[in-house]
């Protein structure tokens, strides 16, 4: 992904993506690995331009595809998300819970697969 941002298209469609969702500015800027809240409120304001791995890792967590995010006019939403794609979402969940990841098996990532999409449903749910 080489491609550059386009600023004023990636800010619209990252607002849009916070407003929509139940997930609060901090723990956004937590799970990007942010340090202060503020600089999420700046890339909403197309006042800075986000790192490529920034602009990944939100399309991961609102499951859209990473170019539309970047202001490109391409599906927003990704067709399925891939096996590998999945193990990256459980490693990421189990290093951003402090988990201990050496010695994890296929089963250990699959069951913490199935709990990130039982958490991501159940969430759905609630939005109904």
Do not use: C, H
Not at 21 to 26: E, G, L, R, T, Y
Not at 52 to 69: D, G, Q, R, T
Not at 98 to 116: A, H, M, P, R, Y
Request: zero cysteines; glycine letters at 4%; hydrophobic letters at 35%.
């Amino acid at each position: 992904m080489n491609e550059e941002i386009i600023l004023k298209k990636f800010a619209k469609r990252f607002s849009e993506l916070i407003k929509n969702s139940s997930i609060d500015i901090s723990k956004l800027a937590e799970m990007l690995g942010i340090k202060s809240k503020s600089t999420i409120y700046r890339y909403m304001n197309g006042e800075m331009t986000p790192k490529i791995p920034v602009v990944k890792y939100a399309s991961e967590i609102f499951n859209v595809n990473p170019l539309w995010l970047m202001g490109y006019d391409v599906p927003m939403k990704l067709e399925q998300p891939s096996a590998s794609s999945n193990s990256l979402n459980a490693t990421r969940f189990a290093s951003y819970k402090g988990l201990d990841l050496e010695g994890l098996d296929e089963n250990d990532i699959e069951e913490l697969n199935q709990f990130v999409e039982f958490i991501k449903n159940k969430k759905k749910k609630s939005k109904q």
